[in-house]
């Protein structure tokens, strides 16, 4: 059974920095790109960033380039988020995902499990 569990949402305020997480079990980790989506109420849950199955390879929304840096450890398990220079308008649920076979999602129909989101909340 994979398990996708995020953590280190929260409030900050404006131009700050977040760092989440996301600790990967029930599969071959090392073996598939990850990525984090986020979805902001009343939208639609939107790409963020992704990572490949080795770290070498990342892209990221325009919303969110400049600022935010994706990374992963596979000897972990897990794949990071660090986000600087917050607004209020990356305020949403951020989830993390884990991809079919092969992909490097940038949309949703590239991702095979979900985790459970964590919220971010950025105050003006």
């Known amino acids: 059974q994979v398990q996708l569990v995020e953590s280190g949402g929260g409030l900050v305020q404006a131009g700050g920095s977040l760092r989440l997480s996301c600790a990967a079990s029930g599969r071959t980790f090392s073996s598939y790109a990850m990525a984090w989506f986020r979805q902001a109420p009343g939208k639609e849950r939107e790409f963020v960033s992704t990572?490949?199955?080795?770290?070498?390879?990342?892209y990221y929304a325009d919303s969110v380039k400049g600022r935010f840096t994706i990374s992963r450890d596979n000897a972990k398990n897990t794949v990071y988020l660090q986000m600087n220079s917050l607004k209020p308008e990356d305020t949403a649920v951020y989830y993390c995902?884990?991809?079919?076979?092969?992909?490097?999602?940038?949309?949703?129909?590239?991702?095979?499990?979900w985790g459970q989101g964590t919220q971010v909340t950025v105050s003006s």
């Open positions: 990572i490949n199955w080795r770290g070498g390879i990342t």
């Open positions: 995902a884990s991809a079919k076979w092969g992909r490097n999602p940038r949309g949703r129909n590239d991702v095979e499990y």
